[in-house]
T-cell receptor, first 111, second 115 residues
Framework: EDQVTQSPEALRLQEGESSSLNCSYT??????LFWYRQDPGKGPEFLFT???AGEEKEKERLKATLTKKESFLHITAPKPEDSATYLC????????????FGTGTRLQVTL | NAGVTQTPKFRILKIGQSMTLQCAQD?????MYWYRQDPGMGLKLIYY???????DKGEVPNGYNVSRSTTEDFPLRLELAAPSQTSVYFC??????????????FGEGSRLTVL
């Protein structure tokens, strides 16, 4: 069974204080690892897809990286508007249309 | 485009009542999904559909039913509501080609409380 574990559960940063969120996974044949952002009271919003170890994707202050066991979402010089819950999900070879989601990291960026 | 639209946004049900959560998308996506999100838990797949007339169970289908008579609509039916169905429900969609498999477009959610 595919599993996704995200850490930390919650993270509080000051504006400009860079950090990383972790997503550890076990999956039978990775077909993709996905990062989403979720604002309070809203649905998740897609950020990135990573397919193979060594791959990196960037968007503004966010950079996602992937190894064979985990993915990191690096946040450089965050701003208050980056505050949200960040979700990680994986798709394995044996899971057809199903994504397995982690429980998320709740990020708060303060002035 | 409105994207994925869910109604209602909030609903309180009594135990044993039934209701339908509505989901509509205007992006001509073939794939549609229903997830539930509980505090401290990851999103769990309830049902999904790969096109009109085709549906399949996800991880947690018990107590729910779906139908897909059109490409646009994918309603979720709750029969005999139980407190365990208190949750936030999300509908999502994606096209069948030309996009990342995991790039789902989510609605804003329907918050259901069963008392």
């Amino acid at each position: 069974e595919d599993q996704v574990t995200q850490s930390p559960e919650a993270l509080r940063l000051q504006e400009g204080e860079s950090s990383s969120l972790n997503c550890s996974y076990t999956v039978s044949g990775l077909r993709g690892l996905f990062w989403y952002r979720q604002d309070p009271g809203k649905g998740p919003e897609f950020l990135f897809t990573l397919y193979s170890a060594g791959e990196e994707k960037e968007k503004e202050r966010l950079k996602a990286t992937l190894t064979k066991k985990e993915s990191f979402l690096h946040i450089t010089a965050p701003k208050p508007e980056d505050s949200a819950t960040y979700l990680c999900a994986v798709r394995g070879t044996g899971t057809a249309s199903k994504l397995t989601f982690g429980t998320g990291t709740r990020l708060q960026v303060t002035l | 485009n409105a994207g994925v639209t869910q109604t209602p946004k909030f609903r309180i049900l009594k135990i044993g009542q039934s209701m339908t959560l509505q989901c509509a998308q205007d992006m001509n996506h073939n794939y549609m999904y229903w997830y539930r999100q509980d505090p401290g838990m990851g999103l769990k797949l309830i049902y999904y559909s790969v096109g009109a007339g085709i549906t399949d169970k996800g991880e947690v289908p018990n107590g729910y039913n779906v139908s897909r008579s059109t490409t646009e609509d994918f309603p979720l039916r709750l029969e005999l509501a139980a407190p365990s169905q208190t949750s936030v429900y999300f509908c999502a969609s994606r096209p069948s080609s030309g996009s990342d498999f995991g790039e789902l477009f989510f609605g804003e959610g329907s918050r259901l409380t069963v008392l």
